[in-house]
Each structure stands twice: as structure tokens, then as C-alpha cells.
Nanobody, 111 residues
Framework: VQLVESGGGLVQPGGSLRLSCVAS????????MSWYRQAPGKGRELVAV????????NYVDSVKDRFTIFRDNAKNTVYLQMNRLTPEDTAVYSC?????WGQGTQVTVSS
């Protein structure tokens, strides 16, 4: 199993980013996928989860109505669309499945 995230970067408060996680080594369409984040000096936090078919999604309260998780099973990719970013969203974002983690992508929200 391999997960490769991309799409992070530096963005101003109020801006947007779209993260991608490309998966390989398993049947992607059969598993739910999750996005986590870890801010400096803090523990890892579950941000969003999507069911295997994309029909069911759950979010941590702090990102509801700002972040959207979605997937393309034909491309073995799960996405995290992040809007109205705040400095509190600054973290390393990682995707997860089957207890495997990607390398993460850094998101920094700062003016």
C-alpha cells in the first residue's frame, strides 16, 4: 500500500487549496479513506472521512462547511478541498487507509 499526497503550500487567510492523495497497492474502490492533520506541537487529528463509494462523508466540527472530501475511484485518488482557510488550519495533512500513512503535505496559512 502506498499513499502519496500533494497540493499543500502557503496560502493567505481566506484562501483555498485542494489536496490530493493518490493510492496504490490495494483495491481503492473498496475502502473508506481519511484525511488527518497534525499541527506543530499537537497530536494528529482526524479531519474527514469518506466511504468507499463516496456517498457518506464526515468531518471534524472545525472544518464543516469549509472543507469537502471527495474521491475519484477511477483515478485511485481522494481529495480534500479546503476553503476559507485560517491560520488554525496550518498543519501537515496526511491521508490514511489500512493503517498506512502517506508522507504528508504541508499547509501553511499566513499573511
Amino acid at each position: 500500500v502506498q499513499l502519496v499526497e500533494s497540493g499543500g503550500g502557503l496560502v493567505q487567510p481566506g484562501g483555498s487549496l485542494r489536496l490530493s492523495c493518490v493510492a496504490s497497492g490495494f483495491t481503492f474502490s473498496e475502502y473508506p479513506m481519511s484525511w488527518y492533520r497534525q499541527a506543530p506541537g499537537k497530536g494528529r487529528e482526524l479531519v474527514a472521512v469518506i466511504s468507499y463509494d463516496g456517498e457518506n462523508k464526515n468531518y471534524v466540527d472545525s472544518v464543516k462547511d469549509r472543507f469537502t472530501i471527495f474521491r475519484d475511484n477511477a483515478k485511485n485518488t481522494v481529495y480534500l478541498q479546503m476553503n476559507r482557510l485560517t491560520p488554525e488550519d496550518t498543519a501537515v495533512y496526511s491521508c490514511n487507509v489500512l493503517q498506512v500513512w502517506g508522507q504528508g503535505t504541508q499547509v501553511t496559512v499566513s499573511s
